[in-house]
Structures are given as C-alpha cells and as structure tokens.
C-alpha cells in the first residue's frame, strides 16, 4: 500500500517551484554566470550629430604655371581689345588668348576638351589654378530640342579665385560679347551670400519653358577644369 504524505503548506511548495525556476546555467565566456558580472557601457564610434553642420572651408588655391598666368593676362587683355579671329564665341576667345600666351591653338568647345583629356590635363578640383579652362555643359538647348542633352556648349579662362572659393572667369558668347563670371563649387546652388556678394553668375537664362532640373547657375553647369601646359607638346 502506498505511503502517503501530508500536503505541504501552500507557502514552502511555491517557494520550491520558485527554487528550480531560478536556477540558471552559466554562459560560458568573460560574463560569467548571467547576472554576476557587470556590464560594459556602450561606445560610440561615430561622433555626435552637430546641430548646424559646419560650412565647406577653400581648399588652398592651387599655384598657376607660368604659362597658366599668361593665357590669364590674354584673356583679361582681350576683355578690352577685340581678339584677331574673332568669331564672337566663347572657344574663339579662349583660343585667342592662349595663342598670344604663346600656345596657337584653334578649335571648339569639345575640341579643346578631347586635346586637353589626351594630354590628362582635366581635373575636378573645386580650387583650379589661375589660366585653367573652365569646361561646362548644358549651358543652352543648342540641339534646340528641349532636352538637357546639350554637353560641351561652353568655355572660359580663370582669372583670378578669391578666398573664400569664388573663382573668376573670362569668357565670351553671342549674347553678352566678352565679360567676366563668377562661379563657387563650394556652393553650387548659391547665387547671392547673404552678404550680398555673388558667388554664382547665371550661365543659362531662365526661361518658362525650362524643365525641372535645368541648370542656370556657373557651378551647375560645370564638368571641369584643365590645366594647360604648352611643354606637353612643345619640347
């Protein structure tokens, strides 16, 4: 016959049950048993968010060639004087003064973009260096079909470049004859600071019928920079 025990007292039974649900194995590795050691706080590798993020410094401005401060002369020169060949565009300005800086060169936008690409002398350094062409695109629908598929329409020669970024062009067109433009790639969608100080020129004039996205300031019609230097191809 079986041997019967009395009930145990409601208390002692729940702190049994208690018991065996407490006990936990340990987790092997350097915490030890769960519970034991303490935890290590959390670090942070990446740094704190800013509340108003800091603004782009200049790069340091890049030293002219002697002959980058040449064609930068002519080119001033020729924004007074009418150049000889003048054909009332920009390539022929730009043509001009690097003839009379001592390298005779002729051709159009997109043929002196491929020269200076087989002489891997384009570079996209926000700071160029004084006598640098400026290459852009998009800067008119030449194509005249409504489109921004217009690239290579346009070239100037950097004259001078501020502190602050603000590179000073001369250049010439059909419309506004031979003159002066100001471009920052530092802030590329900023035409007046709010020092009322320009830091992007218009490029494209603003029609209308221009679609979303059509570029109307310098900075957003670049494609690049290239830096001449005539003993590439004269020695």
């Not at 800086?101 to 491929?114: H, I, K, Q, V």
């Not at 970024?165 to 900023?190: E, K, W």
Request: aromatic letters at 6%; charged letters at 25%; a negative charge.
């Amino acid at each position: 016959m079986p041997r019967l025990y009395p009930p145990l007292p409601a208390p002692i039974s729940v702190l049994l049950v208690l018991a065996g649900c407490l006990h936990v194995p340990p987790i092997p590795g350097p915490l030890g048993p769960l519970g034991r050691a303490p935890v290590a706080p959390l670090s942070l590798s990446k740094p704190p968010t800013l509340d108003h993020p800091a603004e782009p410094v200049a790069p340091e401005a890049v030293e002219p060639n002697p002959f980058g401060e040449s064609i930068a002369d002519a080119a001033e020169h020729y924004l007074d004087v009418t150049p000889p060949s003048w054909r009332g565009d920009c390539s022929s300005f730009v043509c001009a003064a690097a003839t009379r800086a001592g390298w005779p060169l002729t051709g159009n936008t997109r043929s002196l973009w491929e020269m200076a690409e087989a002489l891997d002398a384009v570079h996209k350094r926000k700071i160029p260096a004084i006598g640098d062409l400026a290459f852009f695109d998009q800067t008119y629908d030449r194509n005249e079909n409504g489109k921004l598929d217009d690239d290579l329409t346009h070239v100037a020669v950097v004259i001078d470049v501020d502190d602050d970024g603000t590179v000073l062009l001369a250049h010439a067109g059909t419309s506004q004859g031979r003159t002066t433009l100001r471009m920052n790639l530092l802030h590329p969608d900023v035409r007046v600071n709010d020092a009322g100080e320009e830091l992007n020129g218009l490029l494209r004039r603003e029609r209308e019928s221009d679609r979303a996205g059509t570029p109307h300031l310098a900075a957003e019609c670049w494609r690049g920079f290239a830096t001449l230097d005539p003993d590439l191809v004269l020695d």
